[in-house]
């Protein structure tokens, strides 16, 4: 039974990940039979190097798929090496979840109106203070190097990091490490940067790199974020997908293979970064100094996440404020009157769509949970190799949705599926099993193997073991990452768009159909409504351990 | 690391399900492409038709950003339940490409007669692109029988879709207009041409932008300018390989090197889209914009998104209009279904509700003149919200010009001005 896991797993990830691959590579190369064109060529590519700016765009591409994984990692490890309990600490810590459960898109529409001229802030502030009347003209938004992009970017995945890192902490006993090192006479924080974050770092390597892929390759926080002229890769890609010219597909496939290829590059450049900065940790520790830079770090470490989850907050309290205004025109700070309008209007039909977004999400989150703890646990007991296809895992978040979903949906009408449901769940099962699976695993293969050894040798069964000792104490990660599954599951778009053929609305595709029509008022709804969900799901996975385990002190500090 | 986890999962994946990838890499690739399905009958029989349709469930893949379209859409399905016994179903779709996509990939898995989209609204490039690739069903159009009041004899826009002949492929739906709105509050005059734009912008610098090409309106923007400002507008009516694409557009240039330091962020950035415009006027950025939706600005007024002060123009020597359509896929699973759907749109009592600013505020596609007094009456009786325009400015109409201008100005556009 186990051992099938992993070729379970195997199959439904590599069938639509290698069909939809040669849906992307077959037409990248001139080969598209649906609009007529049938013989092998290099012209896609030569059309993507000539298009416009195109240098300039795969390389905000890359630069976004870097930078924004340094600082959202750095900022992390700094905080936590300061964490100490505090008032703020508390609160920060109690904000990641909710804050991750704000989809990506609502996120940088709010953090827009934030910090546009005509934003909230400008607002709060004129005319009495700033002496605006009209907003003033000033050039913050789609800036041409992508800033503002990366700046809500940072701030988005700063959650997701912390999340990751809170949830696999425990199994460090960072306290007696920290103990350990301070005995030495080492300053807190550099006491945690030399003891816990070496041990901690591979720990929540997998899902820095489901950070470098998405940065270097999202596209809605792109383009309401992001530059213009030219627009970062992955937003022009879909632009071509999108474009009624059905043979500019052929250059957009062209175009979605090289974003795979920035992707790569990204995390290639990475990985000598991480080689580098080993290195100079290594030295540093060597070098025996305690005290230097202390204050400096822990500054700059709460300074960093105290900006970027306010933020955070503040688009959402901004998306809220939206959700119910009347009027609200320059420079009043408040809309001159509140309303239910913008609910009524979408409540009537909210129904079906909310039911078919739990039946999806909280479905295809099981089936991703099962095989991923089958897939992990068959490992453990078989000591038969890792399951080493991350490749199949990374690549629906590294090829450009758009394309990818296509081959999908050949694949499944070859097949001769009908469009529906539990297509939809199967296709979203694509997208989860690899969040749950980055998740997930390191937690899992890091559990210390004496608990094991201990239990096994009381006589304990394989499956005893598995389900008295290793499941509770892996609860929080294991919820945790069913969490993270289930929300994205609830963003997915195209998947649910196309694999269902529309005939099955979500949460997400109303909210994306009606965003498109670009009210503020009504996009604030959505976006609150699309965060309640995953937003619950956070929250069950932070309270069930603490209900569970309320009367085992050393338990609850793993959830 | 992962490059050589990539490389030895590639060969073990290969190994261990060879046979059955192979066997759909090959179903894929050797598909025969399904041809277009000429062999549903016409329509010329209506009645059977209706028979036809009865309890067939039409999915209506249809643009669903506008709380009120989607509104009416809903009345029609409840319409269509009660007089006809067809269930219309609205898909809504951000962007129509999403339909476009469904479909070919339905044809390149060879889905020939078994298709999950029956009327998708579409125009211009779209239909053009559809149907030059053989994804749509038809003729048909023409044998609906309400197709009978729009007249088609006399208005030939109901034939031609960008001046791409229509063939019976498409239903016409509705009527769009280039239509301009602005704050009474900020500026006094509008500008009422484009070259008048300039001398506007030089007056009132940064209360202006486009949405930035390929999106269609900002496409739209660039083709009325090139039509008001180049002495070859009529070779804008042939494809586009036809004419000398430089001299003709030169002037176009000419004009927005000297209109884009004068406009919102002294036009280094530019809105993504026709919304992204609209929300910087409502945010009180900018104080002119414009829509290829007469009742746009009518609509954000209502919606407090707009203030009451902004009213709708067109520009004198007329704008952009052009008609939106209806098309049936070429592998649609209940085609005559959306053929009634087609036909009860088209009919008087759906275009009068289309009309009316209560419901939709739209144009109808109908000529007044050929319908039956009773719906000439009310059909000119339909009130006018004070943002929308009058029926005079929607009476200067400009055809579009052939769509493959489209692409080419826009790889222009983005040649001149995305490279900073």
Same mark, same amino acid.
């Given at each position: 039974m186990l051992r099938t896991a992993p070729v379970v797993l195997g199959i439904l990830m590599a069938g639509p990940v290698v069909l939809g691959l040669l849906l992307v590579i077959l037409p990248a190369f001139g080969y598209l039979p649906a609009v007529g064109r049938d013989e092998f060529?290099?012209?896609?590519?030569?059309?993507?190097?000539?298009?416009?700016?195109?240098?300039?765009?795969?390389?905000?591409?890359?630069?976004?798929?870097?930078?924004?994984?340094?600082?959202?990692?750095?900022?992390?490890?700094?905080?936590?090496a300061g964490i100490s309990g505090s008032k703020l600490d508390r609160l920060i810590r109690r904000l990641v979840s909710p804050l991750l459960a704000i989809p990506h898109a609502a996120a940088a529409f709010g953090l827009a109106f934030l910090i546009a001229p005509s934003g909230f802030l400008a607002r709060l502030v004129s005319p009495a203070l700033s002496g605006w009347q009209r907003p003033p003209d000033l050039f913050i938004i789609n800036d041409p190097l992508g800033l503002t992009m990366m700046a809500g970017l940072v701030t988005k995945e700063i959650p997701f990091l912390l999340l990751m890192a809170l949830a696999a902490l425990p199994q460090l006993d960072p306290g007696r490490r920290v103990m350990m090192a301070r005995s030495l006479g080492y300053r807190p924080v550099l006491a945690w940067l030399f003891t816990v974050a070496p041990a901690l770092y591979p720990m929540i390597r997998l899902p820095l790199f489901a950070v470098i892929a998405f940065a270097s390759s999202v596209v809605d926080?792109?383009?309401?974020?992001?530059?213009?002229?030219?627009?970062?890769?992955?937003?022009?890609?879909?632009?071509?997908?999108?474009d009624p010219d059905l043979s500019l597909r052929l250059m957009a496939s062209a175009g979605a293979i090289l974003q795979v290829i920035i992707s790569l590059t990204a995390v290639a450049c990475w990985l000598v970064l991480e080689k580098m900065v080993g290195r100079i940790w290594r030295y540093w520790t060597a070098r $025996?100094?305690? #005290?230097?830079?202390?204050?400096? @770090? *822990?500054?700059?470490?709460?300074?960093?996440?105290? %900006? !970027?989850?306010?933020?955070?907050?503040?688009?959402?309290?901004?998306?809220?404020?939206?959700?119910?205004?009347?009027?609200?025109?320059?420079?009043?700070?408040?809309?001159?009157?509140?309303?239910?309008?913008?609910?009524?209007?979408?409540?009537?039909?909210?129904?079906?769509?909310?039911?078919?977004?739990?039946?999806?999400?909280?479905?295809?989150?099981?089936?991703?949970?099962?095989?991923?703890?089958?897939?992990?646990?068959?490992?453990?007991?078989? $000591?038969?190799? #890792?399951?080493?296809?991350?490749? @199949? *895992?990374?690549?629906?978040?590294?090829?450009?949705? %758009? !394309?990818?979903?296509?081959?999908?949906v050949?694949?499944?009408?070859?097949?001769?599926?009908?469009?529906?449901?539990?297509?939809?769940?199967?296709?979203?099962?694509?997208?989860v099993i690899p969040y749950v699976f980055l998740t997930l695993s390191e937690t899992y293969r890091r559990l210390d193997p004496r608990w094991v050894h201990m239990a096994r040798s009381l006589g304990a069964s394989p499956n005893r073991v598995f389900w008295r000792i290793r499941l509770p104490i892996l609860l929080g990660t294991a919820l945790t990452a069913s969490a993270i599954g289930m929300?994205?599951?609830?963003?997915?778009?195209?998947?649910?768009?196309?694999?269902?053929?529309?005939?099955?609305?979500?949460?997400?595709?109303?909210?994306?159909?009606?965003?498109?029509?670009?009210?503020?008022?009504?996009?604030?709804?959505?976006?609150l409504l699309q965060s309640l969900i995953p937003a619950a799901g956070f929250i069950l996975a932070l309270a069930i351990p603490r209900l569970l385990w309320r009367k085992r002190r050393a338990m609850q500090e793993s959830a | 690391m992962p490059v050589i986890c990539i490389l030895t999962y590639l060969t073990r994946v290969a190994s261990a399900a060879r046979q059955h990838l192979a066997v759909l890499a090959g179903a894929v690739l050797t598909l025969a492409v399904a041809a277009p399905a000429l062999a549903a009958s016409a329509p010329k029989d209506w009645s059977q038709v209706l028979q036809q349709a009865?309890?067939?469930?039409?999915?209506?893949?249809?643009?669903?950003?506008?709380?009120?379209?989607?509104?009416?859409?809903?009345?029609?399905a409840e319409q269509l339940a009660r007089e006809y016994g067809v269930t219309l179903q609205h898909v809504k779709l951000s962007d129509t490409s999403e339909a476009v996509s469904r479909v070919l990939a339905e044809r390149q898995a060879g889905n020939a007669d078994n298709g999950a989209i029956d009327l998708i609204w579409l125009n211009g490039e779209n239909f053009a692109g559809m149907q030059s690739n053989d994804l749509l069903f038809g003729p048909w159009a023409e044998y609906l029988p309400n197709f009978q009041w729009v007249d088609a004899d006399n208005n030939p826009d109901m034939r031609q879709d960008f001046t791409v002949a229509v063939n019976g492929y498409e239903s016409p739906w509705l009527r769009a207009h280039l239509v301009f709105f602005y704050d009474t509050m900020l500026i006094e005059q509008p500008p009422g041409t484009i070259p008048e734009l300039l001398t506007w912008a030089r007056k009132y610098p940064g209360e202006f932008t486009y949405p930035r090409p390929p999106d269609f309106l900002g496409t739209t923007f660039l083709k009325q300018s090139l039509m008001e400002l180049t002495v070859y507008s009529s070779a804008l009516y042939s494809p586009v390989g036809d004419s000398h694409?430089?001299?003709?557009?030169?002037?176009?240039?000419?004009?927005?090197?000297?209109?884009?330091?004068?406009?919102?962020?002294?036009?280094?950035?530019?809105?993504?889209?026709?919304?992204?415009?609209?929300?910087?006027?409502?945010?009180?950025?900018?104080?002119?914009?414009?829509?290829?939706s007469p009742s746009e600005a009518p609509i954000a007024v209502t919606n407090g998104e707009l203030p009451e002060t902004v009213r709708s123009y067109t520009l004198h020597g007329g704008t952009l209009a052009n008609v939106s359509f209806l098309a049936i896929p070429f592998n649609a699973a209940n085609?005559?279904?959306?053929?009634?759907?087609?036909?009860?749109?088209?009919?008087?009592?759906?275009?009068?509700?289309?009309?009316?600013?209560?419901?939709?505020g739209g144009t109808s596609v109908l000529a007044v003149n050929s319908l039956s007094s009773e719906w000439q009456q009310r059909m000119r009786q339909t009130r006018r919200h004070p943002a929308a325009p009058s029926p005079d400015d929607l009476d200067r109409r400009l055809a579009e010009p052939h769509p493959s201008w489209i692409p080419a100005l826009e790889q222009a556009w983005l040649k001149r001005y995305s490279q900073p």
């Open positions: 060529s290099t012209l896609p590519w030569r059309e993507l190097f000539s298009a416009p700016g195109i240098q300039q765009s795969a390389l905000l591409s890359l630069v976004s798929g870097l930078v924004t994984p340094i600082i959202a990692l750095t900022i992390v490890m700094l905080f936590l926080v792109a383009i309401i974020l992001g530059p213009g002229l030219p627009a970062t890769l992955s937003v022009r890609i879909l632009g071509w997908f999108s $025996g100094q305690r #005290r230097q830079f202390n204050g400096a @770090l *822990l500054i700059s470490g709460r300074v960093g996440i105290t %900006v !970027a989850v306010m933020l955070l907050s503040a688009s959402v309290v901004v998306l809220t404020i939206n959700a119910f205004a009347g009027p609200w025109r320059f420079p009043a700070s408040l809309p001159a009157s509140w309303t239910w309008q913008h609910w009524v209007s979408t409540t009537s039909t909210l129904a079906t769509p909310v039911a078919n977004t739990l039946l999806i999400s909280l479905t295809s989150t099981a089936i991703a949970l099962v095989l991923v703890l089958a897939t992990l646990e068959n490992e453990q007991r078989h $000591g038969s190799s #890792r399951f080493t296809a991350l490749w @199949l *895992l990374y690549m629906p978040m590294l090829v450009p949705q %758009v !394309a990818f979903i296509f081959g999908l050949v694949f499944t009408e070859t097949m001769t599926w009908q469009p529906g449901i539990w297509l939809v769940i199967l296709g979203h099962c694509v997208f929300a994205v599951s609830v963003g997915q778009f195209l998947p649910t768009q196309l694999l269902g053929a529309g005939r099955v609305p979500t949460v997400t595709t109303e909210a994306v159909a009606l965003a498109s029509g670009g009210s503020r008022n009504v996009i604030a709804v959505w976006a | 009865q309890g067939q469930t039409v999915y209506f893949n249809a643009w669903g950003g506008e709380a009120r379209t989607n509104a009416y859409i809903n009345w029609a694409f430089d001299t003709v557009t030169e002037p176009l240039w000419r004009y927005l090197d000297q209109l884009h330091p004068l406009l919102l962020r002294r036009g280094r950035t530019f809105p993504a889209s026709g919304a992204g415009m609209r929300r910087l006027m409502s945010d009180g950025e900018t104080a002119l914009a414009f829509s290829f085609k005559a279904g959306a053929m009634v759907v087609a036909n009860f749109l088209l009919s008087p009592e759906a275009q009068h509700r289309a009309q009316d600013p209560d419901f939709l």
